[in-house]
């Protein structure tokens, strides 16, 4: 059986999605100077792995 395309692959785009929306949260935070909420959203980022891709790509 061949390997599933992303398209076929909803909560690997769902992570996908989680994980922008977590740095740019982040992005945010740190531009604010919130260190407490910047090391959360690693915290997240962290738990929700890598996926071996840059974003937007």
Known sequence: M???ST???PGYIEGGHQLEKLE???AIAISRG???RAS?????IDALGD???E???
Do not use: I, K, M, Y
């Open 34 to 36: 919130d260190s407490s």
């Open 2 to 4: 061949a390997p599933q």
């Open 7 to 9: 398209v076929h692959r």
């Open 51 to 53: 996926h071996g891709e």
């Open 40 to 44: 959360e959203l690693r915290t997240q």
């Open 24 to 26: 740019f949260a982040l």
């Open 55 to 57: 974003p937007g790509t």
